[in-house]
């Protein structure tokens, strides 16, 4: 059974820093793996995706990494700034109709 | 193009009562997906249609859980009778690709609040 692990739950740090959020899973036999940013009350945005034959995908100050023999990715989000502040989600496609396994989530604020 | 949109934004029902709750997916994406997130929990996978049929039920929690989408266009989900937890969030998403026809990227609704008294 997949599990999926975002640790810490929390994160706040000043503007301007650059940070690593982490996501760990147990199986490693994936299609892809998504990250996700969601304000308070609203839906998911699907930043970026990451197919299993790729090890990179990169998005403005965004760049997030997959290791899928150590069941790691991480989001990379250069030069932080207060609108980067959201919940930040990873989800993992194990193969089975799209079928996305969750992490909780860490939830990002980024102090002016 | 419009995104998937969900009705209602927010439920408030009382035990023992039915609600429905419905999703337009974006045009022409063939896939919809429900998924619910429970207060401390992780979001988690409840259906998946593909047109018309039920591709995946094997989320759905129990059969007081009824998902619909007639004519492949938009899908309804009703909950009855419902219980106390079945509070939550419930998200529908959308994907046009299908496996190995694409990249299975998922488009997510903003998602229905149903707080059960």
């Known amino acids: 059974k997949q599990e999926v692990t975002q640790i810490p739950a929390a994160l706040s740090v000043p503007e301007g820093e650059n940070l690593v959020l982490n996501c760990s899973f147990t199986d490693s036999a994936i299609y892809n793996l998504q990250w996700f940013r969601q304000d308070p009350g609203k839906g998911l945005t699907s930043l970026l995706l990451?197919?299993?034959?790729?090890r990179e995908q990169t998005s403005g100050r965004l760049n997030a990494s997959l290791d899928k023999s150590s069941g790691r990715s991480t989001l990379y989000i250069a030069a932080s700034q207060p609108g980067d502040s959201a919940t930040y989600l990873c989800a993992v496609d194990t193969g089975a109709n799209s079928k996305l396994t969750f992490g909780k989530g860490i939830t990002l604020s980024v102090r002016p | 193009e419009a995104g998937v949109t969900q009705f209602p934004s927010h439920s408030v029902i009382e035990k023992g009562q039915t609600v429905t709750l419905r999703c337009d997916p974006i045009?022409?994406?063939?896939?919809l997906y429900w998924y619910r997130r429970v207060m401390g929990k992780e979001i988690k996978f409840l259906l998946h249609f593909v047109k018309e049929s039920k591709q995946d039920e094997s989320g759905m929690p129990n059969n007081r859980f009824l998902a619909e989408r007639t004519g492949g266009t938009y899908s309804t989900l009703k909950v009855q009778p419902a219980e106390l937890e079945d509070s939550g969030v419930y998200f529908c998403a959308s994907s046009q690709d299908f496996r190995g026809m694409g990249t299975g990227e998922l488009f997510f609704g903003e998602g229905s609040r149903l707080t059960v008294l």
């Open positions: 990451i197919q299993s034959s790729q």
């Open positions: 045009s022409g994406h063939d896939n």
